[in-house]
């Protein structure tokens, strides 16, 4: 009975009212033993090839990018409107994970290595297609960990909220507290992104392989990659801070990289600004 389940999920197909992009949804296991969770949306590949990568922020699915109507959903739209229809390809191991690779989850590997052959060869390979990738809120942090530590394989980078901090799973209660001071972030929400962390990374070591504002630092610029940044200014999270500081020190590294701060909480950004970086040659 498992196996059938398995089996229909893999296999489960439909027609998506938008433009009549076929949408494939489905489970498959990697070899760590993790099974993540994927949908491929694909329109006329005779058009465009560009493959675009969401990954989606804490409490979402592979169907996020489908369903959030003032969000992902308004992108696309607006793409349409551009007659741009690229590939959609959505992951996800869950509500809570992160793409990290340490012993425990040897994530980036596997998405290196494992998941994009296999999901890319769903749609006939990358062809002469650009690789793009969006990140939302956790998908952010994702997005980061995906674009840094696997250079080069991701053309444009959109980082929406993402959860960039200027504070630790390690670091001592008195900075916490400087944080939540200096960004107003809620309490409850720091502490919820600080517990979180410290489920995937054990060490200060471990962290500090994976700390975005430590990556970008040792990224080499003479590689083609660009990042838009753009989160609320009031984030919960405090993620502005974090976010501004990204750019920044990408910037400083000579990475091309744009920060756009707009009013609002998370997870708010500016939408027309991320459909026009996407659809750009």
């Not at 949306?41 to 922020?57: E, I, L, M, N, P």
């Not at 290595?113 to 952010?140: A, H, N, T």
Request: include cysteine; hydrophobic fraction near 40%.
């Amino acid at each position: 009975m498992r196996k059938a389940i398995w089996f229909l999920m893999l296999s489960f197909a439909l027609v998506s009212a938008q433009g009549q992009a076929a949408q494939t949804c489905g489970t498959k296991e990697i070899s760590a033993g993790y099974s993540y969770d994927y949908c491929i949306q694909t329109a006329d590949r005779t058009k465009t090839q560009d493959v675009v990568y969401f990954f989606h922020g804490l409490g979402g699915n592979a169907q996020t990018w489908f369903t959030q109507t003032q969000g992902t959903q308004w992108i696309e739209k607006k793409w349409s409107s551009q007659g741009y229809k690229p590939t959609i390809v959505t992951i996800s191991f869950g509500e809570i994970w992160l793409l990290v690779n340490n012993e425990e989850f040897p994530l980036i590997t596997a998405f290196r290595d494992e998941m994009m052959p296999f999901l890319e060869s769903q749609i006939g390979g990358i062809g002469k297609g650009r690789r793009l990738l969006l990140g939302q809120s956790m998908g952010g942090f994702n997005s980061i960990q995906a674009s840094l530590q696997m250079p080069g394989i991701f053309l444009k980078v959109v980082l929406m909220c993402p959860a960039i901090t200027t504070v630790g799973p390690f670091d001592p209660p008195e900075a916490i507290e400087r944080y939540i001071a200096r960004t107003k972030a809620l309490r409850s929400r720091v502490n919820m992104m600080l517990d979180i962390s410290r489920e995937f990374f054990k060490t200060p070591e471990d962290w500090q392989n994976h700390d975005p504002l430590q990556l970008i630092k040792k990224f080499d610029p003479s590689i083609k990659q660009v990042y838009l940044v753009s989160t609320g200014t009031r984030d919960e999270f405090g993620f502005q801070e974090g976010s501004a500081e990204f750019v920044k020190a990408a910037k400083t590294q000579g990475v091309i990289a744009s920060w756009l701060p707009v009013q609002g909480g998370h997870c708010v950004f500016d939408r027309d600004a991320v459909a026009r970086f996407i659809w750009n040659q």
